[in-house]
């Protein structure tokens, strides 16, 4: 019911940062859970971050905390992941990914969300 489009990836080096967006089209966006997830090559696909319809709630990995913030902007149906002091371990393919299902914590399980970009590219150089 939702489309998500990712775009922000690219070239970094290790303790810089990338802001990615996520552009959503549907008229219940605002309805929507949304979240980040990324695949590095050859790993399995991995949860970043989490966050309520309202904003209000927020969920992260323990491997991002402190260092990526998860934020979305309702009237602009985008949900945003600003990624800071970036690791080579973050490089992955980034998606953005969204669910109608009310919030439950943790929110963490790809399975519940139904609907996903097609991701955008995050390398990070040492």
């Known amino acids: 019911q939702v489309q998500l489009v990712e775009s922000g990836g690219g070239l970094v080096q290790a303790g810089g940062s990338l802001r990615l967006s996520c552009a959503a089209s549907g008229r219940t966006f605002s309805r929507y859970n949304m979240g980040w997830f990324r695949q590095a090559p050859g790993k399995e696909r991995e949860f970043v971050a989490a966050i309520s319809w309202s904003g209000r709630l927020t969920d992260y990995a323990d491997s991002v905390k402190g260092r990526f913030t998860i934020s979305r902007d309702n009237a602009k149906t985008t949900v945003y992941l600003q990624m800071n002091s970036l690791k080579p371990e973050d490089a992955a393919v980034y998606f953005c990914?969204?669910?109608?299902?009310?919030?439950?914590?943790?929110?963490?399980?790809?399975?519940?969300?139904?609907?996903w970009g097609q991701g955008t590219q995050v390398t990070v150089s040492s």
């Open positions: 990914a969204a669910t109608s299902s009310i919030w439950v914590s943790p929110l963490r399980d790809p399975n519940d969300f139904g609907s």
